[in-house]
C-alpha cells in the first residue's frame, strides 16, 4: 500500500459525458501528478500540482483539467468524454517538487462506451 | 517522440536465473533514472534508481547500469524469482527541470520455474 489512494477504482460512461477522478496524497506529501496509461501504451505524464499551484504540465488535452485542493487532495476532471479516453488513469504523489521517487495510487480504470 | 524507448515488450527467463531489462533514451539532458514494477490491478511501485553521476547503483537483487555515452540503461535481477513476474517501466528525468517522469512503455517479464 502505496499510502495514496484513487476514487472510483472503475468508472464506466459514455461518449460526451463529464467525470471526475479523485486522488488523495500520501500524508505530508505536496506534490501530485496524474498520468495516463493507455492500452499497451507507457504511463503519459499530465500534470502536475505542488501545494496547490500547477508546476508542470505534459500532454494533457484541453478537455482535462486538475486542481489541487488545500488538503492537498486533487481532482482530474475529463469532459467531452471520447472513446479514446479510456485508459488508466494514475495519481501518484511525492514530497518534494522534483521527479524523484513518485508514490502512485492504485489507478481509475475509465471506460467510455 | 518517444524520449525514453523499452524495446523489447516482453521477456521470459527461468527461475533462478537473471533477467536484463533495457532502456534507451534520447534527451541527453536526462540526469536522473528510475525503475518501477507494476503488477495487475496495481499501481506502479518504485524499485530502483540512478543518478547520471553513477554508472551503477545496486539494491539486493537488483542493479541498475548506466550508460551515458550510449543513453542506455538497464536492470539486471539476479537470481530471478517467480514473484518478479511484473510489467517494469524505466523512466527519466531533468533534476531541477521540469519535474516531468518520463516513462517508457514497460516490458512484460515472466519468470517461470
Known amino acids: 500500500d502505496s499510502g495514496v489512494t484513487q476514487t472510483p477504482k472503475h468508472l464506466i460512461t459514455a461518449t460526451g459525458q463529464r467525470v471526475t477522478l479523485r486522488c488523495s496524497p500520501r500524508s505530508g506529501d505536496l506534490s501530485v501528478y496524474w498520468y495516463q496509461q493507455s492500452l499497451d501504451q507507457g504511463l503519459q505524464f499530465l500534470i502536475q500540482y505542488y501545494n496547490g499551484e500547477e508546476r508542470a504540465k505534459g500532454n494533457i488535452l484541453e478537455r482535462f483539467s486538475a486542481q489541487q485542493f488545500p488538503d492537498l487532495h486533487s481532482e482530474l476532471n475529463l469532459s467531452s468524454l471520447e472513446l479514446g479516453d479510456s485508459a488508466l488513469y494514475f495519481c501518484?504523489?511525492?514530497?518534494?517538487?522534483?521527479?524523484?521517487?513518485?508514490?502512485f495510487g492504485p489507478g481509475t480504470r475509465l471506460t467510455v462506451l | 517522440d518517444q524520449q525514453v524507448k523499452q524495446n523489447s515488450p516482453s521477456l521470459s527467463v527461468q527461475e533462478g536465473r537473471i533477467s536484463i531489462l533495457n532502456c534507451d533514451y534520447t534527451n541527453s539532458m536526462f540526469d536522473y533514472f528510475l525503475w518501477y514494477k507494476k503488477y495487475p490491478a496495481e499501481g506502479p511501485t518504485f524499485l530502483i534508481s540512478?543518478?547520471?553521476?553513477?554508472d551503477k547503483n545496486e539494491d539486493g537483487r537488483f542493479t541498475v547500469f548506466l550508460n551515458k555515452s550510449a543513453k542506455h540503461l538497464s536492470l539486471h535481477i539476479v537470481p530471478s524469482q517467480p514473484g518478479d513476474s511484473a510489467v517494469y517501466f524505466c523512466?527519466?528525468?531533468?533534476?531541477?527541470?521540469?519535474?516531468?517522469?518520463?516513462f517508457g512503455t514497460g516490458t512484460r517479464l515472466q519468470v517461470f520455474p
Open positions: 523512466a527519466a528525468s531533468v533534476v531541477f527541470g521540469t519535474d516531468k517522469l518520463i
Open positions: 540512478i543518478s547520471s553521476i553513477k
Open positions: 501518484a504523489s511525492s514530497v518534494r517538487p522534483t521527479s524523484d521517487e513518485q508514490f
